[in-house]
Nanobody
Framework: EVQLVESGGGLVQPGGSLTLSCSAS????????IGWFRQAPGKEREGLTCISGRGGFSFYADSVKGRFNVSMDNAKKTVYLQMNALKVEDTAVYYC???????????????????????WGQGTQVTVSS
């Protein structure tokens, strides 16, 4: 059974940094694109970034470009989201997701955060507050 597990969420002050991890089991990253998303209370799910399973392509939403960075460790089957210069409005539950059909082109993951994808993690809470 394919599983994605997010970790690394928590409470951080504005301007601080946090790194989230998305660990996968039972599938090979090469065959998938991995995306990061977030959903704040009362808001639609928002696509943040995606990375191709082969690691050669990534894309960012304007809201996080220059502040967030996505990376992958294939050996550990883990995708990371490094978040810097965090703002109060970054507070949300953060999710990772994997989709096989988008492995060669994942931009749509970011442009349409509500898109149905193959596999989702359970989410991790990030709270930015002083």
């Amino acid at each position: 059974e394919v599983q994605l597990v997010e970790s690394g969420g928590g409470l951080v002050q504005p301007g601080g940094s946090l790194t989230l991890s998305c660990s996968a089991s039972s599938f090979t990253f090469d065959d998938y694109a991995i995306g990061w998303f977030r959903q704040a209370p009362g808001k639609e799910r928002e696509g943040l970034t995606c990375i191709s399973g082969r690691g050669g392509f990534s894309f960012y939403a304007d809201s996080v470009k220059g502040r967030f960075n996505v990376s992958m460790d294939n050996a550990k089957k883990t995708v990371y989201l490094q978040m810097n210069a965090l703002k109060v409005e970054d507070t949300a539950v953060y999710y990772c997701a994997a989709d096989q059909a988008l492995r060669d082109g994942c931009i749509i993951m970011v442009l349409d955060g509500t898109r149905r994808l193959d596999h989702w993690g359970q989410g991790t809470q990030v709270t930015v507050s002083s």
